[in-house]
């Protein structure tokens, strides 16, 4: 199985900046992609960023240029770097990765999902 711990959501001002994170750990192969999702109240699950094994990036059309998405291989760990946050920001936000474990059957990669971290951005 594979956990994934996330930190630093929290209140912000608009304009302000936030840096997420997200720690996996268990009996991991290798991480194929790690993301960042949001859901605010009375809508949908959605992408917020993604990066996959060879680096490559890709975001929802409404943060581009305002975040940005990173990750540590050696620590098995994404950022998301959020910057001129804005009131509709405002959302729990998930940490998602994909990864290759071992099972009975060998090797075989599934979905894990963090707890969700709070980010509100008000004045």
């Known amino acids: 199985q594979v956990q994934l711990v996330e930190s630093g959501g929290g209140l912000v001002q608009p304009g302000g900046s936030l840096r997420l994170s997200c720690a996996a750990s268990?009996?991991?192969?290798?991480?194929?992609?790690m993301g960042w999702y949001r859901q605010a109240p009375g809508k949908q699950r959605e992408l917020v960023a993604v990066i996959i094994s060879g680096g490559s990036t890709n975001y929802v059309e409404s943060v581009k240029g305002r975040f940005t998405v990173s990750r540590d291989n050696a620590k098995n760990t994404v950022y998301l770097q959020m910057d001129s946050l804005k009131p509709e920001d405002t959302a729990v936000y998930y940490c998602?990765?994909?990864?290759?474990?071992?099972?009975?059957?060998?090797?075989?990669?599934?979905?894990?999902w963090g707890q969700g971290t709070q980010v509100t951005v008000s004045s």
């Open positions: 268990g009996s991991i192969f290798s991480i194929n992609v």
């Open positions: 998602h990765c994909n990864a290759d474990i071992s099972t009975a059957w060998g090797r075989r990669a599934y979905d894990y």
